[in-house]
Each structure stands twice: as C-alpha cells, then as structure tokens.
C-alpha cells in the first residue's frame, strides 16, 4: 500500500464510522470509548486490507494524533 491508500483506508475507519455511531448526550467516558473502538476498527481494516493483498510477513499498524503536537504560538 502506498501512503495515500493507507491514509484514506485509516480515514475511513476513523470518519466513515464515526458519522455512524455520534449519540448526542453521551458522557465523557462512552464518547472515550466510541473513540477508542473507532481507532481499532481503523487498524484492523488496515491490516485486513494487507492481509488481502498477500502480506505474509507481520503487520504492525500504529495511528498517531499528529493534531496533539500543533502548537498554536507557531501559527
């Protein structure tokens, strides 16, 4: 997979699902976990779309927050 491939399949785990699954009034604490199942279904879309193209070897797949490290002074 080429990067943009990885990017869109780990968008669409992240974004496509999450319009499914928003519920206005969830606590804190479901909100985390929605976010949290959301991030692993990404992943594992991710390594499903690896294995189905024939990867044999193992797969590791870590998404990173880049939004975390933006400081505002910068901008």
């Known amino acids: 997979m080429n990067d943009q491939e990885v990017v869109d ?11 499914l699954t928003t519920m206005q009034g969830q606590g804190s604490s479901t909100k ?4 949290d ?7 594992n879309m991710l ?3 690896a294995c189905s193209r024939g ?3 193992d797969i590791t797949i870590m ?7 933006i400081t505002y002074e910068a901008m």
């Not at 998404?63 to 490290?69: G, I, N």
Request: some cysteine; proline content about 3%; hydrophobic content about 35%.
């Open 55 to 57: 990867n044999l070897d």
């Open 9 to 19: 399949c780990a968008r669409e785990g992240l974004l496509g699902s999450k319009l």
């Open 47 to 49: 390594i499903q779309k």
């Open 63 to 69: 998404l990173v927050p880049l939004k975390s490290f």
């Open 37 to 43: 199942d959301l991030k692993m279904n990404a992943c």
């Open 32 to 35: 985390q976990h929605k976010d």
